[in-house]
């Protein structure tokens, strides 16, 4: 039986409905200070006329109410999220312990480095973690996000090749590459160019040749690609666009397919990003926080942004940079809370963990391309990585059925969507990256849901162009919401 | 330790199906690739874990929070028990972006109530769900206001934190955009640098409200000298601040951004963080980041969905926006149940306890001989004193007497030598406050 809403049905109220003045979730000491009028301690003029109008519930009412919105979303600790590119993998809960003690969580930024060494030690051993894992020599853990990283490095690369006396205007990047490469791209003032993949999926040796010249800064390369597939030629891409004296950046939105198998320094990358709320397990927090550290070879190091740890005979410390760093692209040290966790992931799983990361991560994903085959069309149907993608293609063909219904659907029987209508170059693309943390048995129940799907696309068409039918609302009304925006009550 | 449920069963069952005989076999990586060889330290079980992170955590010297007297751009404030804990839920925490708006009706909806307090607290028409901090946040605003005005100047208060002046430059060194720096004049910006430069040219005057040195700038005469020129107004904020202070809305901002860090969110030593972004109505389709929209479902009933998202990067590409994806959600959230944990009167009595006990340990301290303040314009909970040793002299003897105190100005600005910038909230108690006053007379006296 499926569930039936009543139309103009709220699912829950919003706080400014909750209120009522007078009540309290919390309160403060009362002060020991004799009270004062705010006017005798800051001009009149300066005195807001009218207190910001923020609802007042008790905390029993506050606590409903945000409770009440959990239980509205899914999450990867309640339902297989198989969010391709995302990798959404369980978040240890260990992490969250660790990083509210207080020695971390209480740490005042500007607090001198004698009270900060137990922090700085472990941003010290993190940075060179990463840079072993990544085959780089210098690491940056500033960046809060994976696209804040690429920026980063795209600004050290421009500052390279502006120290070496002749400025590049062009970055080079694949039409299946993620949107924020050209997005941070565009932002570091370059000229965009977009390579076409081969037919097989992967970076053409020969379209890279014909648009990378002596003006490229830099060729930006997800590796796995987003389809799920090593970029075979990858030496001779970095050795290409080397020997035409331009960078080669890899987006390591995907480094959890190699996690102690190959490292991006080996394979002749010059700078990488890694997504630490992806390969690193820091949970996404519905967008966020996560981190972007970025590693770079030898001759990059110079432009690192500001400040980086070192150690010394007194310990550790933060350390100005040199002349020609690129400065400074936050405040203060990072996303150190989200590096904390990165840094006990790391410690609890050591060589061997990392290796069975990136090997059951590849395994389930074979698993489950192998239990859709015959049912989905999979593109580029090889040995995948982490992820693979399957298309609508032949339904919409047939049924008209989209990918996004498929997505829909799948929401019905429990499970989140894959990635969809991504990458750009596969048609009504299903980008399903299952994680190494999902069992067997979780695999082959969302196999059989895409199959039922499969059939329902055909008995009954409309039940999918219309799904979700089990949720706590039905199919939105995007359009409506862009056309008169409401963002506030 | 480590989190692949995987047997050797499952293994054996999966490769058998699949066709392959080891999971190497599926690894399609060319022979010419390298094979890592990791040297990474043995693993450990979550005893050992807990015990190692609990010795580096306790290699970090805790202060006291009401011996703690720095600012300086990441403050503290008592976090209502229920912030940590909603922030924590699983359901939120391990959830992704919100793509699917059917099965993520809980981020949606507490992020659009996010924006809605924001929106409150700011004066302004129409807020985002977040930028990485307040540094990252001025950038933003700034990249807007140059789309925006189609111009190439952009004037920032040196009152502007040093640290969120860098960034900006960091994020324009490399165009054709120059970023002129107003000085200040006893503290606050020079209006006289800005009448005379703020012209045809200038995209934005950027401004902080209080400013790096705890001072209330003038913003009204700010905002006519911008505004005569068709600039923007941009203002970053410290948004504790707002439960007292006139709201930038109310004084013509057309940007406001900050650090969302004091609304209940920890010190961390600097992150994550939460950059604030709330701009007028007419800017909404310049916005950069996630905004979260009301809309109907199928059926009539209200739902929330991800929206305007053809200013972002997965659509727009090169012409987006931002680059902004990944983002502070998390933070966002914990803001918004600390904003309601409050409610109007306690929020304004949060702002009013800072404002006072602020002044308060201004009063005390500068009764000590040869401490002063520094500029003696109006403050809201942080203030910069003028000291009769050299102030980081004077930290190294108060964190012997197991106090933190406050930021030595020279660090920002060499001209500063003596100028010593110390911040009190609502955790601070008279009796610390006069214990702290206490400490700095004794450590001053030896010259």
Known sequence: MEKKHSPGRILEPLLKDLGQDGRRAFQLPKTDLPAVAPETQIPSDWVRSKPAALPELSERDLVKHFMRLAHLNFSVETNFYPLGSCTMKYNPRVHEEIAGLSGFAQLHPYAPDSLSQGTLQLLFELERMLAEVLGMDAVTLQPAAGAHGEFTALLMARAYHEAQGRPRKKVVVTDSSHGTNPASAALCGFDVVEVKSNARGRVSLESLASVVDHDTAVFMMTNPNTLGLFEEEVMKVTQLVHDKGGLVYMDGANMNALLGQVRPGDMGFDMVHVNIHKTFSIPHGSGGPGGGPVGVKAHLKPFLPAPMVASGSAGYRLESPGPQSIGRVRSFFGNVGALVRAYAYIRSLGTDGLKQVSEGAILNANYLKELLRGIYPIAVDESCMHEFIASAKEMKASQGIKAMDIAKRLLDYGFYAPTICFPLIVEEALMIEPSETESRQTLESFADALAKIKHESEETPERLRTAPHRMPVSRLDEVQAAREPNLRW | ?447
Request: with cysteine; aromatic share 8%.
């Open chain 2, 1 to 447: 330790m480590d989190y692949v449920p995987i047997t050797d069963h499952d293994r054996e069952v999966m490769l058998e199906k699949i066709g392959v005989s080891s999971v190497q076999n599926l690894l399609n990586i060319p022979r010419d690739v390298p094979r890592a060889r990791l040297q990474l330290p043995p693993p450990l079980s979550e005893p050992e874990l807990l015990d190692l992170c609990r010795q580096i955590a306790l290699s970090n010297r805790s202060i006291d929070p009401k011996r703690s007297f720095l600012g300086a751009g990441a403050y503290s404030h008592y976090a209502p028990s229920i912030v940590r804990y909603i922030a924590s839920r699983g359901e939120f925490l391990t959830a992704y972006t919100p793509y699917q708006p059917e099965a993520s009706q809980g981020t949606l909806q507490a992020m659009y109530e996010f924006q809605s307090l924001l929106c409150e607290l700011t004066g302004m028409d129409v807020a985002n769900c977040s930028l990485y901090d307040g540094a990252t946040a001025v950038a933003e605003a700034c990249l807007v206001a140059l789309r925006e005005t189609d111009r190439k100047k952009l004037i920032l208060s040196s009152g502007l934190h040093p640290e969120y002046r860098q960034t900006v430059r960091t994020y324009f060194q490399h165009s054709d955009i120059e970023v002129i720096e107003a000085p200040l004049q006893s503290g606050t910006t020079d209006l006289d640098f800005l009448n005379s430069s703020v012209n045809s040219e200038v995209a934005a005057v950027v401004v902080q409200v209080p400013n790096a040195l705890g001072l209330l700038e003038p913003v009204d005469a700010i905002e006519k000298t911008t505004h005569a020129k068709g600039a923007l107004f941009i203002t970053s904020v410290n948004p504790v601040s707002l439960g007292i202070l006139k709201p930038p809305g109310e004084y013509g901002a057309d940007i406001v951004v900050g650090e969302g860090q004091p609304l209940g969110i920890d010190a961390a030593y600097g992150g994550p963080y939460l950059g604030l972004f709330a701009c007028r109505q007419t800017l909404v389709r310049k916005m950069p980041g996630r905004v979260v929209g009301m809309t109907r479902d199928a059926h009539g009933r209200r739902g929330f969905v991800l929206t305007l998202q053809t200013r972002e990067q997965h659509i727009r590409r090169a012409k987006a926006t931002s680059n902004i994806c990944t983002n502070e959600a998390m933070m966002a959230l914990a803001a918004a149940v600390y904003m309601a944990s409050h409610g109007q009167q306690g929020f304004r009595e949060l702002a009013e306890q800072n404002l006072r006990k602020a002044h308060y340990a201004c009063e005390q301290l500068s009764k000590i001989p040869g401490v002063s303040p520094m500029f003696g314009k109006p403050f809201f909970n942080e203030f910069a004193l003028e000291v009769p040793i050299d102030p980081e002299t004077l930290n190294r003897r108060l964190e012997a007497k197991g106090f933190l105190g406050g930021l030595p100005l020279a660090r920002w600005d060499a001209q500063w030598k003596r100028g010593w910038l110390v911040c009190a909230t609502e955790v601070q108690t008279k009796e610390s406050i006069d214990a702290f006053a206490q400490a700095v007379a004794e450590s001053c006296k030896d010259r």
